[in-house]
């Protein structure tokens, strides 16, 4: 199963254009080693484990590369921390495997979670 989060994670990272992002980058250094500013609301929509889906929304808050973000999905909150990597996203909300998220050229959010088995995506508000 981790190899086939890697794998995931590869194709989404192979996505993601080196252009802005929402929100602010830092002056100087290349696209990748640039900060990309994700701070704000989003609705948050993807596919559980089991196939079923789901929708909801997201806060992000962000200092530097630390992240922390609150999803509301059906009436339950989960919350989590993160580091920002360039265009990658790993946040740990208690889970055995962090939720990992690309961030796209438009400002959404592309990721995995459960080891690779589920989908969620954010897209700014």
């Known amino acids: 199963m981790q ?14 254009l080196p252009a ?5 980058k830092s ?3 290349d696209d990748m080693t640039r ?15 089991d196939g079923s889906t789901y929708r909801g929304r997201a806060e992000i808050t ?3 590369d630390a992240v922390e ?9 989960f919350r989590g921390a993160g580091t920002l990597d360039g265009r990658v996203l790993t946040v740990d909300w208690g889970e055995p495997t962090p ?3 690309v961030v796209m050229q ?6 995995t979670w459960a080891d690779g088995t589920a989908l969620d995506k954010l897209t700014p508000r």
């Open 106 to 111: 438009d400002g959404e959010l592309h990721g």
């Open 35 to 49: 900060l990309i500013g994700i701070d704000g609301r989003y609705a948050s929509q993807g596919r559980n484990p």
């Open 3 to 16: 190899t086939r989060r890697l794998i995931l994670t590869g194709l989404l990272a192979g996505l993601a």
């Open 69 to 77: 973000i609150t999803w509301v999905i059906d009436g339950s909150t």
């Open 20 to 24: 802005a992002a929402q929100g602010k």
């Open 99 to 101: 939720v990992v998220y």
């Open 62 to 64: 962000q200092q530097g």
């Open 27 to 29: 002056a100087g250094g």
